[in-house]
């Protein structure tokens, strides 16, 4: 299993935890992930205008670049992977677009692009290619946590472009903790918005939405929450300090990236697992639980 790993801006700055935790898994995995040459930010988000070609040249750019090298891209952040499975959507449905962009590319890359290259999230190829039986089989530790799974917006909406799994009732991150030893606690606001990039200027829109996911989630008996997006863990994990303060009730709760469980129960040591730049200390629970 050999792919071009594409980081994204956020996984080499804020998030190189997310970062460090998905390559080491992949090496202890099997898969071969290449980082994409001279790769370039996505955009972060998906045009909301239809006409709006220019936004889509990036994206489209680095697709290109993995036609080159001939391998599909994998990606670990769901706001690129957002964008890359809705921009090869439209380059491989739409002729005027796809005209549009390769001729404003062509001085760029080696031939045109329409929509060759997958573009997948870790997530879809440790079920798809890799196997959740054969990934259970490779753990080393059974991790004895109930690990809420918390899927947010951009891994699952739209759905009909996303396609990654049901946008109401999604299983993959269950089906993904199930086989690493840990107990999916579903709950009812596995797919509700955080609240994204209102953080940055409606911070109590922010910290109500965090609120009520992390609530729910306590209810529904989790020790733990898990996420696939680097903007849904600020928001879960860091606003927790504002939580705290208008709800002095309130109990911190730990919130890890997929990988970071994942790297644990591979056997993988806290260096290598990223556990680290979390604002609710994330290793008590695991010590409490013998993980490490």
């Given at each position: ?38 790769w ?18 990036s ?43 390769n ?43 109930k ?10 909406r739209?759905?009909k ?25 579903d ?39 898990t ?66």
């Amino acid at each position: 299993m050999k792919y071009y790993y594409y980081p994204g801006c956020t996984l080499h700055t804020k998030s190189k935890n997310f970062d460090t935790s998905g390559r080491n898994c992949a090496e202890a995995l099997g898969i071969e992930l290449t980082e994409l040459p001279d790769w370039t930010c996505c955009g972060t988000v998906f045009p909301l205008a239809v006409d709006n070609m220019m936004n889509l040249v990036s994206p489209v750019r680095n697709l290109a670049k993995a036609k080159e090298g001939k391998q599909d891209m994998v990606m670990l952040c769901a706001f690129c992977y957002n964008v890359f499975k809705r921009t090869n959507k439209v380059l491989s449905t739409d002729p005027d677009a796809q005209q549009k962009i390769n001729d404003f590319l062509r001085e760029d890359v080696t031939e045109p692009y329409q929509g060759e290259v997958r573009s997948l999230h870790f997530l879809e190829v440790l079920r798809d290619e890799l196997g959740f039986e054969k990934l259970e089989a490779m753990t080393k530790k059974k991790l004895g946590i109930k690990v809420a799974p918390y899927y947010g917006c951009m891994l699952l909406r739209p759905g009909k472009e996303m396609e990654l799994d049901d946008p109401e009732q999604p299983t993959i991150l269950h089906d993904l903790l199930t086989a690493i030893g840990a107990e999916a606690m579903d709950f009812p606001y596995k797919t509700e918005c955080c609240s994204s990039y209102l953080t940055v200027n409606e911070v109590d829109t922010t910290v109500s939405l965090a609120h009520s996911i992390l609530e729910s989630a306590v209810k529904n008996g989790a020790e733990a929450i898990t996420v696939s997006c680097p903007l849904c863990f600020y928001n879960l994990d860091s606003r927790q300090k504002e939580i705290r303060e208008a709800h002095s009730e309130f109990q911190a709760l730990p919130v890890y990236y997929f990988t970071e469980l994942l790297g644990l129960a591979l056997g993988l040591g806290e260096k290598e697992c990223g556990l680290h730049d979390h604002y609710v200390d994330p290793i008590p629970l695991l010590k409490e639980k013998g993980i490490i």
